[in-house]
């Protein structure tokens, strides 16, 4: 079973940066696709951005030309790179890795607020 530990979140201004660590307990070349959901209160989680081998990725049109997803394969770990970001970025971030089954993190605060 796979293991995800994040890290990387935080409060942060408009405008400002933020880069999230999703680690994984096995090999992620096991992996078949990661990456980032987030959930806002009285919310719906949704896809922020994913990434395959190849590797392929995707974004949410919100997120599209600020955040970068990618993989350190010899680290175990995929990155979202957040830029420019803005108030409603702030949500619950949540690392996903698929493999046999959807297997989450535990998820990160992210607070963008003056």
Not at 7 to 20: N, Y
Not at 54 to 75: E, L, M, Q
Not at 95 to 110: E, K, P
Request: glycine share 10%; charged share 15%; net charge positive.
């Amino acid at each position: 079973q796979v293991q995800l530990v994040e890290s990387g979140g935080g409060l942060v201004q408009p405008g400002g940066s933020l880069r999230l660590s999703c680690a994984a307990s096995v090999s992620i070349f096991s992996i078949n696709a990661m990456g980032w959901y987030r959930q806002a209160p009285g919310q719906q989680r949704e896809l922020v951005a994913s990434i395959t081998h190849g590797p392929a990725t995707n974004y949410a049109d919100s997120v599209k030309g600020r955040f970068t997803i990618s993989r350190d394969n010899a680290k175990n770990t995929v990155y979202l790179q957040m830029n420019s970001l803005k108030p409603e970025d702030t949500a619950v971030y949540y690392c996903y890795a698929d493999r046999s089954r959807r297997t989450w993190g535990q998820g990160t605060q992210v607070t963008v607020s003056s």
